[in-house]
């Protein structure tokens, strides 16, 4: 296969008309630029210059390739300019998965800050109730990060953005509005709004439970924690949520939990290496969590 640098030869050949010049041209040494040309006659199998007692004149199939050369060297230098653009931050894409109650809390300053500052990088966003299901699409090669609860497990790059408490909602006049703090135990004792299977705190709550000894009996169960949230507080009965779901108050009753209960919010990666990811990685951090320094 021919190389860009033997194109390039030829070109400055044609548009120097003596190897001399072309070879000082491109800091070549004479023989250098020779043996370029001479691969390029191999594959194509038909001379491209024509020595003279005066000098090299290119041929008619020289000629033709060194047009077809500068639309490719140009073409070359194009991709190389967009790669330096987008390492610089100021070009291509990121795609981005991120927990459903995670994009007004966390995400929307750092995507209005790249939307004004970096406004020639395209931004792709989907939302998701399940960390698991976000690591598929990573692994998948469908987004190239992931923003939300740490997985069950991955062996992707990850790291962590930091807590996130979560907290027990329960319609306005509740007794619990009376308390600092609420036991897990006393959770179980009222009727719960508890999450679908598909989404990943069902998992998450039960296994709260069970790790306190108690069991919680759902009288219903939603999707989304903002709406489970927004359920207790019109009086539907209590519920679970991190405080990213309560990005909207709900007009009830929020108490933390007694012991305090954390969950880790990570940010897990396809390609560390990728300069646009891990400036976006990197401006995660700086911005941090809401309510933590």
Excluded: Y
């Excluded at 998992?203 to 069970?210: G, N, S, T």
């Amino acid at each position: 296969m021919t190389t860009l640098r033997a194109l390039e030869c030829l070109v400055a050949l044609v548009e120097e008309g003596s190897v001399t010049r072309a070879a000082a041209s491109l800091q070549l040494s004479q023989p250098a630029l020779s043996h370029q040309l001479a691969a390029i006659e191999r594959e194509i199998g038909t001379p491209l210059v024509q020595k003279l007692g005066r000098g090299v004149r290119v041929t008619a199939a020289g000629l033709a390739v060194a047009d077809e050369a500068r639309v490719a060297l140009r073409a070359a230098d194009r991709a190389v300019r967009a790669g330096r653009r987008v390492g610089a931050g100021e070009g291509g894409r990121v795609r981005i998965a991120c927990a459903e109650t995670m994009t007004a809390w966390l995400l929307v300053p750092v995507l209005r800050h790249w939307r004004s500052r970096r406004s020639e990088v395209d931004l792709e966003l989907s939302e998701h109730t399940s960390a698991d299901r976000m690591v598929e699409l990573v692994v998948a090669g469908e987004v190239d990060l992931a923003v939300g609860p740490r997985p069950s497990d991955t062996g992707e790059h990850l790291e962590v953005l930091g807590e996130e408490e979560v907290v027990v909602v329960a319609p306005a006049g509740h007794a619990f509005g009376d308390r600092d703090s609420v036991r897990l135990a006393d959770v179980a004792a009222e009727p719960f709004v508890g999450f679908a299977a598909d989404n990943g705190l069902s998992v998450w709550v039960d296994q709260l439970a069970a790790d306190h000894g108690v069991v919680l009996d759902p009288v219903l169960r939603t999707r989304s924690p903002r709406t489970a949230a927004q359920l207790a507080a019109a009086g539907m009965g209590v519920t679970i949520v991190p405080v990213s779901a309560l990005a909207a108050r709900p007009p009830g009753v929020v108490r933390p939990l007694r012991p305090v209960v954390n969950r880790e919010i990570v940010v897990v990666v396809a390609a560390p290496a990728d300069a646009l990811v891990a400036r976006f990685v990197a401006d995660l951090h700086r911005r941090g969590l809401p309510g933590v320094r």
